[in-house]
């Protein structure tokens, strides 16, 4: 007699150490103060199928945790377990999709925020790979004629 399976994706835990501070310098030279959402600096570990996608226009929501430098430095770090999905999710009017971190703003020498983002992208570095992730810090009102979502849970 055989028996029925409910196949459940394995979590994918990350942790946020906030023992030592985000690494400027390994992303962008450390040319921006960072600015910390208070919330976002209480998260020590996450479940990336927990992630969302959140529309720009309902990122202010009070109920969400916006992921902050801290949470992208892990995910880069582990960006082999980001969901393949969202790999799917390029817009017909890009060749890329990206997601952005508004947990922690970086203040240039004008006063302009900028935040993280995750991009799925060509990848010109290794043409044996034709896509690949990529990061990068953009003014927060560039959203480069697509609607891309901010990443929060």
Known sequence: ???DFLLVERPRIIGVSWSKPFNRERFFCGQYA????????KVFG???????LVPPEKAGDKRLTHLDA????ALWDNRDTLPPEWRELIPPQCD???????GTKFINECG???????RWAKNYEDPSRAYAWHWGLTPIA????CRFPVLAF
């Open 1 to 3: 007699m055989g028996q």
């Open 96 to 102: 890329f999709f990206q997601c952005y971190l508004y």
């Open 46 to 52: 996450f479940n990336v199928t927990h992630l969302k």
């Open 70 to 73: 801290k949470a992208f430095e």
């Open 34 to 41: 960072p600015v910390h959402d208070k919330e976002s600096q």
């Open 112 to 118: 302009g925020e900028h935040v993280l983002y995750l």
């Open 142 to 145: 560039y959203d480069w004629g």
